[in-house]
């Protein structure tokens, strides 16, 4: 299996220009691919797309793809704008990360023949589909006790709580805004968490310390103890302000912060 670490100013150079791959690329069976890149989400997923039609098209013998495996830095593929026209007989196995449920249905449309395993990240189910509860329809709920992954993606408002003693990385999204209480509820969760991604561009409406119902004291302090990694590169500057405040946030002093500089001015 060969694995790939591509930075995206380097990719076309390198796929098109490299003897290397214009010998082997038809002997080429199994690629993982790692991308790495910055900027927004949408241009992400429109480059994301772009490598990932260029791998299928390329490797016309490949049978098992990993396509950027680290999806907690939001590396999904999206359809939305470019539906995909590449087909595949050869491709047995997929592991992907998805903008949406109907990226997933391209890639199931019999345009991959012979694939008959499919992993895939999700990263939003639209909230304004019709859900029509008196189908007939089965489901499928998958669980797992305890829990030992080391990544949890896109945390919501729902999350309930628990103890999740694997997890090291994880991802917060919601439409709606967080407040103090999802936060300290996500470090008591998650007590060994090292890498925390939050997107959210909803403004918090609870921005002022309030009163406990069960005491009269304030709201504890969130504390991320072990924290290597914040990334608030997509999180509204209501977040910004929360998570570099020290009354209201602990955070370890050699951490690394990826953040939009002029919010970061304006939040200091």
Known sequence: MISLFLDILVFHSYLDETLLFHIFKNQILSLVIHVNQNGYRSDKEEMNTFIFTHIITMFINLKYLNFAPSSISYQELSFYYSPPHIFSSNLLELHVSLGNYTDCLYLLDGRFHQLHTLHVNIATFSSHLEIDNRAAEGQCLIYSSPYTLKEYNMITNNFQ????????????????????????????????????????????????????????????????????????????????????????????????????????????
Do not use: W
């Not at 917060?172 to 969760?189: K, T």
């Not at 009354?247 to 919010?263: F, G, V, W």
């Open 161 to 268: 709580g628990g103890l999740f003693e694997c997890v090291r990385e994880i991802s917060l999204f919601d439409e709606q805004p967080f407040e103090h209480e999802f936060f300290l509820l996500i470090a008591q969760s998650f007590l060994l968490i090292k890498k925390l991604t939050l997107n959210n561009q909803k403004p918090r409406k609870n921005k002022q310390y309030t009163k406990s119902k069960d005491d009269e004291q304030d709201f504890s302090i969130i504390k991320y103890s072990h924290l290597i990694y914040l990334n608030l590169y997509e999180a509204h500057e209501d977040y910004i302000e929360l998570f570099l405040d020290h009354t209201k946030t602990y955070l370890p002093s050699n951490m690394d912060l990826a953040i939009d500089y002029e919010l970061l001015k304006k939040a200091t």
